[in-house]
């Protein structure tokens, strides 16, 4: 089941005196988050806080809260993790979270043979890295267009590619 609620970034540090926060945040793009009226403290979407402003600076993305307006207040939230309720974003054509991909099975394009499950992503300054889990191994796959053919959400399927090289048993 889609979570409703997603972790958003992580609370880093302070800035300036009067309750402002550095978030490092989870995304792809520090100003992602500026579009956001309301974030939560916990996952489960009970904690809500109004976002006063939020706005990039470089990597992080600067942040006040409704009721939080001092230094004292903002450092009891340092190493927090804000979420955002998924259905509050917008997100361009062809994007997607990370979330939504965790758990489909990855298929061979060619013959729509099995060839595990998306169990990790990681990111990198290239791309991002899926790991596909077949139960007794584990290969690592580049999400790149000539390797990711189609992630179909309603399938519950991702198609690949399978490239020489990327799994062991290829000639």
């Known amino acids: ?7 958003a970034g992580k609370i880093v540090a302070m800035h300036g005196v009067r309750g402002e926060m550095r978030l490092k945040p989870w995304s792809d793009d520090a100003s992602f988050l500026s579009g956001f009226k309301t974030v939560y403290l916990d996952e489960g979407g ?6 006063l402003s939020a706005k990039a600076h470089g990597n992080v993305t600067l942040l006040r809260l409704e009721g939080i307006e001092s230094v004292e207040a903002a450092e009891q939230l340092r190493g927090r993790v804000l979420y955002i309720k998924k259905s509050d974003a917008a997100l361009p054509a062809g994007s997607y979270f990370v979330e939504d991909i965790l758990g489909l099975t990855a298929v061979d394009e060619a013959n729509g043979e099995v060839i595990g499950t998306v ?6 300054p290239a791309n991002d890295v899926w790991y596909i889990n077949t139960g007794e191994k584990e290969y690592l796959i580049p999400n790149i267009p000539s390797v990711v053919k189609k992630i179909d959400f309603d399938e519950g399927k991702v198609y690949l590619f399978k490239m020489k090289g990327l799994f062991e048993d290829e000639d």
């Open 1 to 7: 089941m889609a979570k409703e609620y997603l972790a």
């Open 46 to 51: 009970k904690a809500a806080k109004k976002v």
């Open 119 to 124: 169990s990790r992503i990681e990111a990198y």
